[in-house]
């Protein structure tokens, strides 16, 4: 469903979608679209939970007119982000945005400079001067402590600013986007298999998930069908993604309290399923596998046999983990009640993934917006209340099992498959219509949105992974506790930098 | 009676022998530690080639320091060495240079130089890492005295001598139990061990000794490090001369105790900071009823 409006009409028409908060906001972003003749734009996706599918305000900006729109940040403080990206990106300006700072271009780059806009040419070298306040508290022995960009282990940049009174911390403000790689206008003008090289590597743990919503929108532009075993392998791929994310993070998440053998375990078992994975896609992190239309090969019954072996490894490795963690004091102290996220913090922030559902939101885009044959199969959506790094650590213990049970399940039905049809053949997409598409990574729900031109080649693609709704989160969870929990809160949500990097 | 130079050339002997040593103590901890943490872990000489790479480092130094942050690592391993000689290993029997309370008191020289120089740089993190340091010794010190007291309680002497030549006619007594897991406590807290400090730990919001030394490079860090590794091995032979309850040679008490050090960290996460009070406590409690025993 598609709502067209004006500027103006944007607050009525956003009540209306978001069903007094029902719907969360799911995505908002801009595009240029003054070569198709109608302007600028700015796209607003509501997730109806009743309807299952998702809705859409479409806003026109005129490109002659003042590129203006009432902020709905004060509303909808999920679309805080998305508001700055936007101003960042296309220059469309929300007003009464309590917080309009630079989000994505930092210092290096000159105000009005929109790379977005269809007439910027991005490869151009540009340079020049902006400002990047941290926002921070002040007081009487308030004092701050600024970490990152650079950081002691080997991970990602970001800039960490704590305003600290002691060892508690009142505020936390992140600076991200060090590494912006500009993928958006990367893949514009871009065939529809050059782009998919290009998504597959927007994340190293979440191939699956970014290839899966990418396809996902292509498909819906065509009349084809993706045969039932392809769509049964991109199942199998994609839990088996969830799977080593869940493993992998349930381990590092110890190495936030110094518990080093049981990040030793987790990384064992990671890369037992890794090797699998080698098996299955050719590569350890399962990229070409999937393609628009289906699957580039089948799965052979060796490499399903060796799957079924290594996921008895694990379910039995994990088991044990669990159960250590379970049964240690010192380790549950130092989870229970730490890092918070209320449930009104987590609606307001439109949380999605183990974030959301650890705060008491029933969310899972495999069960609210059903794709491929999810719902054939027989798997429950774990939900938490507490909203703390236990609650994290439970939802992911226990996603770790409704995997497992639904990878037996497509095994099986993989086995029974009578024909091996890996995909439809050349497609022919509409074109200059835009389409969603969404698929559930380890992190929470994958939105790609995308619209091609009339020689097929894409016009723009909006990616928004689980983590960029998260990431606001994190500032929100620290807040009443202590700087020496930060890394464990943070390891807690296993949030990506290269996710909203993109 | 043995001449005054014969037994500063004793006393030199056991200050390298303990210089010499302390890095492989420390290497041999990390080993099993990496071992049971289904690791291979670095070569147990590990200690000695990182000294080495940081000797031939530059020294890299803030303009906004001042001379104690040149003056700390020297005086903190001054500090140290002094509290070595403190020690009767067997190689100055006769010589009283001090009992345990110089000892106890020449480590907190080194604390407190140390926790100066983390605030003189001038940076958040030699702070937090200062106040923190300050916190935790803050709760083991009195706690550590009443351990002297419950050594020294028996023997009524407070010279280690006095007191090990004691112990070792008193093994397996319920004090000497009591008082053996209690010291073991404060070793732990005192050597940077977890629950208390994770002394492996990239995180710097997590750390407590190697946060204020964050500012410190080459060979100025260098210093520092063997500095705790001496110190490291101090608290040890302590614990091995009074408070570890079975007979056996000085050298075997001490690997074992590396050990033992080794379980307890492979074991347990690092607790939460503010929970370290409770956890010096119980160390304090067991050690009044060690001396409530008596």
Redesign the interface.
Known sequence: MMLKIKPNELLNSAEICAAKGQNALTAMFGADERELGAGYAIYILFTDLVSHDIKTIRVDFPADSELTYESLTPLYPAAAWYEREINDMFGLRPLGHPDLRTLVLHETFPWGYYPLRKDVDAKKQIRGQREYNMSTAQGNGV?????GPI???IIEPGHFRFS?A??DILQLDAKLFFTHRGIEKLVEGKSIDEALIIVERICGACTIANTLSYCQALEKLTEEKVPKYAWLLRMLLAEVERLYNHVGDTGNL????????I???GS?LKEKIMHCNESLAGNRFLRGIIIPGGVRKAISPETLRELQVTLAEVEKGYENIVELLAN?S??L??VHATGIVRKQTAVDLALVGVAARASGIDVDCRRDLPYGYYHTMNFDVPVEHSGDVYARLVIREREVTQSLKLLRQIINNLENSATQELSYENANYRTEEGSWGISESARGSNLHWLMLDKKQKIYRLFVRSASYPNWPALTMAVQGD??????LINKSFELCYACVDR | MVDLGQQVIFLLIQLMLLTLVAPLVSGITKKLKAYMQNRLGASIFQGYYDLAKLWQKPTVITAYTSNIFLAAPFIYLLSVLLAAAVLPLGFSVNVVLGDIFVFISLLAIGRFIMTLSSLDAGTSFGGMGGSRELYISALVEPVMLLAVLSAALQPGTTSIAGMHINYTTHYFTISSALSCCAFFAILLAENGCIPVDNPDTHLELTMIHECMTLEYSGRLLAIIHLASMVKGLLIINIFSLLFFPVNLPLLIKIIITAAAIAVVESLNNKMRLFKVRFYMVTAGVLLLLAIVAQ
């Not at chain 1, 004092?143 to 970490?147: K, P, R």
């Not at chain 1, 110890?254 to 053998?261: D, R, T």
Request: charged share 15%.
């Open positions: 004092f701050e402590v600024a970490v950081h002691a282990g600290q002691g060892e110890c190495a936030g309290l110094g518990f080093a053998p990040v030793s375990m064992a240690h010192d380790f102290n130092r202590i700087i020496p929990d930060f890394p």
